[in-house]
């Protein structure tokens, strides 16, 4: 098991920066990967970014070369710093992890408030 807060979110106008923070309650060093998600209302969750055991990064198409995910093993910390945000970043952005390949994303945060709105 492992418990994700993020934290983070709040509101920004477009062109600005945030960057979200992931805390794990154990150690991530084993775990296979990490990842955020998002999820706008009345829209289906969205794998926006994961970052592997092995720091093998994927974005999805519409925030590459905006976003930036990294982890932290030692502080059992996953970061995503988002740059250029648009209006349509805005959403409920959650943390997840995925212990292994074969699993699911199987364990969520509580999820924090991104708007960008000027």
């Known amino acids: 098991q492992v418990q994700l807060v993020e934290s983070g979110g709040g509101l920004v106008q477009p062109g600005g920066s945030l960057r979200l923070s992931c805390a794990a309650s154990?150690?991530?060093?084993?775990?296979?990967?990490m990842g955020w998600y998002r999820q706008a209302p009345g829209k289906q969750r969205e794998l926006v970014a994961t970052?592997?055991?092995?720091?093998?990064?994927n974005y999805t198409d519409s925030v590459k070369g905006r976003f930036t995910i990294s982890r932290d093993n030692a502080r059992k910390m996953v970061y995503l710093q988002m740059n250029s945000l648009k209006p349509e970043d805005t959403a409920v952005y959650y943390c997840?992890?995925?212990?292994?390949?074969?699993?699911?994303?199987?364990?969520w945060g509580q999820g924090t408030q991104v708007t960008v709105s000027s």
């Open positions: 997840s992890a995925k212990k292994d390949v074969l699993t699911p994303w199987d364990f």
């Open positions: 154990r150690n991530i060093f084993s775990i296979y990967a």
């Open positions: 970052i592997t055991r092995g720091s093998t990064r």
